[in-house]
């Protein structure tokens, strides 16, 4: 296994493990703005590293711009749709979550 392949996979993994505390995020803060926060910055630098692995593992500099060019579309996409989400959860007055208290 070459330092390629080791460097590849652990920023796959790490990217991995980003998603997964976004996830986390999601499903255990109270508010949706926490929520929201979460999400955006967990899965944004998951992306970011899930896609720095495969630009290393592929050894391509045309594929290493084109997955830049995914990141870049994923990061504005996510942070429009955040902020539309948050715009639209302040105006309805919905700062809390939906599901019931705990007793």
């Not at 926490?34 to 944004?44: F, I, P, Q, Y």
């Not at 830049?68 to 639209?88: D, Q």
Request: aromatic share 6%; hydrophobic share 55%; net charge positive.
């Amino acid at each position: 296994m070459s330092w390629h392949e080791v460097v590849g996979l652990v920023l796959l993994v790490l990217g991995c493990a980003f998603y997964g505390a976004g996830t986390v995020g999601l499903l255990r803060f109270p508010d949706v703005f926490s929520r929201l926060h979460a999400l955006t910055k967990a899965d944004n630098q998951g992306l970011l590293l899930i896609c720095a692995g495969l630009a290393v593992l592929a050894r391509d500099a045309r594929v290493a711009f084109l997955l830049a060019v995914i990141w870049l579309v994923g990061l504005l996409a996510a942070s429009v749709s955040a902020h539309l989400i948050a715009r639209h959860a302040r105006h309805a007055g919905s700062s809390h979550a939906s599901k019931p208290e705990r007793p």
